[in-house]
Nanobody, 116 residues
Framework: VQLVQSGAELRNPGASVKVSCKAT????????ISWVRQAPGQGLEWMGR????????NNAQKFQGRVTFTADTSTSTAYVELSSLKPEDTAVYYC??????????WGQGTQVTVSS
């Protein structure tokens, strides 16, 4: 099983970024895909998750209106898009496959840097 994420991104404040997470080795619709980020010197922060089976999503209130989760079952790829980026969005973004209570698999992480 692997979750392979897209490469590092550099964005200006106010821009958007879209990170991908391609799943292989298991049935894509068997697990939720959650997105978690870790800012420099901080702990893990849960952003939200998507159920690839029906596209249903749930997100942390903090990101309401700024985050979009999608999943393409034809390519077994999940995406997170974050808009109106701020410098404090600089973090390593991870995808994780699992349930609402435990993650079975993790992606390798994607560095997103927001700086002018």
């Amino acid at each position: 099983v692997q979750l392979v994420q897209s490469g590092a991104e550099l964005r200006n404040p106010g821009a958007s970024v879209k990170v991908s997470c391609k799943a292989t080795g298991y049935t894509f619709t068997s697990y939720y895909i959650s997105w978690v980020r870790q800012a420099p010197g901080q702990g893990l922060e849960w952003m939200g998750r998507i159920d690839p089976e029906d596209g249903g999503t749930n997100n942390a209130q903090k990101f309401q209106g700024r985050v979009t989760f999608t999943a393409d079952t034809s390519t077994s790829t999940a995406y997170v898009e974050l808009s109106s980026l701020k410098p404090e969005d600089t973090a390593v973004y991870y995808c994780a496959a699992g349930t609402d209570y435990a993650y079975a698999y993790w992606g390798q992480g994607t560095q997103v840097t927001v700086s002018s």
